[in-house]
C-alpha cells in the first residue's frame, strides 16, 4: 500500500456507466478545426443527456471530459449532480506525464471531478527504464489524491511489443485473445507493487469471461476489496463491444463500462463534415441511442451462475 492509503477508503463498488469523450489529439483529428472541437464535445454533452432523459439510470451516468475543450460540460455535469471524471495526462504520449506539469493538482481542486483519470500505456516486457519512470509519476498523483480522499481512475493500455507480435505471426487480434490479458494482469501487479492504487481500473476489452474474473480479482486482492473494473471501447465495432460487455458484466469487480468512440464517432464525423448543415437533432438522438444500447447489453448480460 501507498503511504496514507487506507485500504478501507480504497476502491469505488457502485454502478458507474461513462460517456467518455476527453480525446483531445484525437478528437482535432476527427474534427479537422480545432476550433469546432468545444461545439463537437456540447454535442456528445447533449447526447448524454437527452440519454438520461429518456431512461439512463442519473446515479450511475457519467462523462469523461477534458479541461481544453470541454470545461463548461465538466461544469454543467458537475452542477447538474452527474459523475464527473477528468484526465490528468497529455494526450497523445507514449509515456504517462502530467498535462499541466507539477501544478495538476490545482487543475484537479479548479474542477473537482468525481474521478482523476489517468491513460497509460504500459507492458510489463517493455522498456524498464520507462515502467519505472511512469510508475514513480503515477504512485505521485495516487498518492497525492487519496490523501485528499479523491478518486483515481486508471486506463491501462498494453501495447504489443515488437517480439510479443512476432509470437503471434504479426496478428493484433491473436495478441488481445492469446497474449495481452497475461500481460495486463502482469502490469496491474507491477504497479500495485509500485505503490500505484487506482480506485477503478478502466480495462481494455476482454472476450473471455474467465479471463475477466482473473482481472477483477487480481484489482482486488490482498485487501483491495472495493477497487472496481470498467470496460472500455477503444473505437470498435457494436458487435466487439457487446461481446466485451457481455464477458465482465455480472462479476465481482466490473461495475460498468467507460465508452468513447463506438458511442459518438459517427454523430461527430457528421458535424465535422457539415457543422451547419447537418441534422443536428439526429445526431444528438444517435448518441443518446447508442449510450443507452450499451447499457442495455451490460446489464442485460445473463448473471453468473
Not at 439512463?56 to 449532480?81: H, R, S, T, W
Not at 478518486?151 to 504479426?170: D, I, M, R, Y
Request: hydrophobic share 40%; net charge negative.
Amino acid at each position: 500500500m501507498g503511504n496514507n492509503i487506507g485500504l478501507n477508503e480504497l476502491g469505488y463498488d457502485e454502478k458507474l456507466y461513462i460517456l467518455a469523450f476527453d480525446h483531445r489529439g484525437s478528437f482535432e483529428k476527427m474534427v479537422g478545426d480545432v476550433e469546432r472541437v468545444p461545439g463537437a464535445k456540447k454535442l456528445i454533452w447533449e447526447g448524454f443527456q437527452r440519454a438520461v432523459g429518456e431512461g439512463a439510470p442519473k446515479e450511475y451516468a457519467g462523462v469523461l471530459v477534458d479541461p481544453q475543450y470541454g470545461p463548461d460540460v465538466a461544469g454543467e455535469a458537475k452542477a447538474g449532480g452527474f459523475k464527473l471524471a477528468m484526465p490528468v495526462e497529455k494526450s497523445g504520449q507514449n509515456e504517462f506525464d502530467f498535462e499541466y506539469g507539477d501544478s495538476f493538482g490545482e487543475k484537479i481542486e479548479e474542477f473537482d471531478p468525481d474521478f482523476s483519470k489517468v491513460l497509460v500505456r504500459y507492458n510489463a516486457e517493455g522498456d524498464p527504464e520507462m515502467n519505472e519512470r511512469q510508475s514513480a509519476k503515477l504512485r505521485q498523483l495516487s498518492e497525492w489524491l487519496h490523501e485528499r480522499h479523491r478518486k483515481f481512475l486508471f486506463e491501462l493500455l498494453v501495447p504489443a511489443e515488437p517480439a510479443q507480435l512476432e509470437k503471434v505471426g504479426g496478428s493484433e487480434d491473436r495478441y488481445d485473445v492469446e497474449l495481452r490479458p497475461q500481460l495486463m494482469m502482469e502490469a496491474i501487479l507491477q504497479l500495485q507493487n509500485a505503490g500505484v492504487e487506482p480506485d477503478i481500473w478502466k480495462i481494455e476489452g476482454i472476450s473471455d469471461r474467465e479471463a475477466c474474473n482473473e482481472i477483477a480479482t487480481l484489482c482486488r486482492r490482498e485487501g483491495r476489496d472495493k477497487v472496481s473494473c470498467v470496460v472500455l471501447g477503444r473505437g470498435a465495432s457494436d458487435e466487439k463491444v457487446d461481446e466485451w460487455l457481455r464477458a465482465a458484466a455480472g462479476l465481482g469487480g466490473y461495475i460498468g463500462f467507460a465508452i468513447g468512440r463506438s458511442i459518438f464517432a459517427e454523430a461527430v464525423k457528421a458535424f465535422a463534415a457539415d457543422p451547419d448543415g447537418f441534422d443536428r437533432a439526429a445526431a444528438v438522438e444517435s448518441i443518446a441511442r447508442k449510450y443507452l444500447r450499451f447499457i442495455d447489453v451490460y446489464e442485460g448480460a445473463p448473471a453468473p451462475v
